[in-house]
Structures are given as structure tokens and as C-alpha cells.
């Protein structure tokens, strides 16, 4: 189960903060820990005047990743239409996401893209565009170059359409062989995506997935791992609550409400 907050969140942060909280005193080493020590607080004041880029300190920085180095879970894939745009959002981004490869294509799976919700020319939001099929000589950002079911992105607005990867293929109102010669579209931001226990996650930082995120794996309990392979990825679904996160632990950490707000709960 996944809530998602006004602030379109999810609860897996809960777990998330308390993983990023439990790395960042793992990486602490232990004769840096303060306790109103004067030798401490000026051995904490020395490593904090070392210069981020010091070779010494490189080993614990790859360990103080900010949260948006991770991999996030953007939305159940029932939750989505394979057929249209999704417009999403996360960490106050704006994104859409879109099936390039349908289900039954090759390997029997969809390849979602997850990219920014703002087309290169008028930013108009691509998530009110439509899903295109590419043509033959369109296909080089399809995964797998499946000739036959790639699938772009066209905004709504002048029809430009946009592959996977962001990059813009097609100008209605220009020949292909100019678009060919233009280097000034810029392409739109496209972020790492996997699917697992049903569930649609981003790397919310493209710059640094190839240091970060190819080796860093999905934070996903056995326990979810063992419910989904029992009932299947459709077994999962997705509420909308009108709070925050931080609202919505405090609410989960009170047991003292299940009684009189859900009418008993086991032996309460």
C-alpha cells in the first residue's frame, strides 16, 4: 500500500529517512561524535575546514548522499494508463511518465520513461500531450530499437515529439533533415526508472546515477518481496491524503487511536 500526500509523497520516506539517518551515522566515525568534549569539538571543527573534494574524506562522502540520490517510488504501474501520459510528481518536480515499449513486446514487459512534464519549445505540460508511434528512422532512443512499438511523446501544443531519453525527433513544422542539423532543441530531463513489487521507482537525480544509482539497490523489504510474488503486483494500490509526510508518521506511530478510529484492531 502507498499514500501519497498533497504534497505528493509517499510513505515509503518513512522508510527512506530512517535508511538515509542510519548511513549517515554508520559513515560518522566514531571518534568524531561530540559529546561537549573541547579536544572533540576541535577535532570536529578541523574536518569540517577540509575542503569537500580531500582525497581523505572521499571513502565517507559517497556515503552522505542528499535524499534526492536515491531511488524513489513515484507510483503504483496499476495506478497508471499504458495508453496515455501521467502527469506525477516528487520532490516538487513536475514528471511524466509514459510507456515507450508496451507489455508484450520482446521479454513480455513495459519500459517506462519518466521525464520532465514541460516540453523544450513553449513548455507546455507534455502530461496533456498524446503517445505517438515512432517511425522507422525515429527508433534510436527506443529501448531494445523495436521498430514496431516504439512509442514517443507529442505535446499538444505545436506536435513535437520527444523519445525516451528526451530528445527531441520530430518538428511538424520543419523537414526531418533540419531537425537533423539543429543543436539548439534542448532535450527534456529523463530520469532512471525500474519496476518492482509493482511499483514504478525514479533515480531523482540523472547526473549522478551512474556513480550512484547503477549500484545502489531498491529499498524494498523481503517481507513486500514475498506478499507481491503471493498476490501478484495488482495487489498494491495507491491513496490520496490531503497531508504531509511528517503527519502521516505521527499517525502511524500512534497506536493509541486504533481502537476508537478503526473499531479495534486485533487484541486493542
Same mark, same amino acid.
Given at each position: 500500500?502507498?499514500?501519497?500526500? @498533497? ?23 566514531? @571518534? ?20 569537500? @573534494? ?23 504501474? @496499476? ?190
Amino acid at each position: 500500500m502507498m499514500f501519497h500526500s @498533497n504534497a505528493h509523497l509517499v510513505s515509503s520516506l518513512l522508510f527512506l529517512d530512517l535508511l538515509v539517518v542510519s548511513q549517515t551515522f554508520t559513515a560518522l566515525p566514531r @571518534n568524531s561524535i561530540c559529546h561537549g568534549s573541547t579536544t572533540q569539538s576541535k577535532r570536529l571543527s578541523a574536518v569540517a575546514s577540509v575542503p569537500v @573534494n580531500d582525497a581523505r574524506l572521499q571513502p565517507d562522502m559517497e556515503r552522505f548522499t542528499p535524499l534526492h540520490q536515491n531511488w524513489w517510488p513515484l507510483a503504483t504501474v @496499476n495506478s497508471l494508463s499504458a495508453s496515455r501520459p501521467n502527469a506525477l510528481h516528487v520532490f516538487g518536480k513536475s514528471l511524466v511518465a509514459f510507456v515507450s515499449r508496451p507489455k508484450g513486446d520482446d521479454d513480455g514487459e513495459s519500459d517506462w520513461v519518466v521525464m520532465n512534464d514541460r516540453c523544450s519549445h513553449r513548455f507546455a505540460p507534455l502530461s496533456e500531450g498524446r503517445i505517438v508511434t515512432a517511425k522507422d528512422e525515429q527508433v534510436d532512443g527506443c529501448p531494445r530499437r523495436s521498430t514496431s512499438s516504439c512509442k514517443h511523446i507529442q505535446c499538444a501544443y505545436h506536435g513535437w515529439e520527444f523519445n525516451a531519453s528526451g530528445s527531441c525527433v520530430k518538428l511538424p513544422q520543419k523537414p526531418s533533415a533540419v531537425l537533423e542539423r539543429s543543436s539548439k532543441i534542448h532535450p527534456i530531463t529523463s530520469y532512471p526508472t525500474q519496476v518492482r513489487v509493482g511499483i514504478l521507482w525514479i533515480w531523482t537525480d540523472p547526473e549522478s546515477y551512474s556513480r550512484l544509482g547503477v549500484n545502489r539497490t531498491l529499498p524494498v523489504s523481503p517481507v513486500l518481496d514475498e506478499f507481491i510474488d503471493f498476490y501478484g503486483p495488482d495487489s498494491c494500490y495507491m491513496r490520496d491524503s490531503p497531508y504531509g509526510m511528517e503527519f502521516l508518521g505521527e499517525n502511524l506511530l500512534d497506536l493509541s487511536h486504533l481502537p476508537f478510529s478503526h473499531h479495534g484492531s486485533g487484541a486493542l
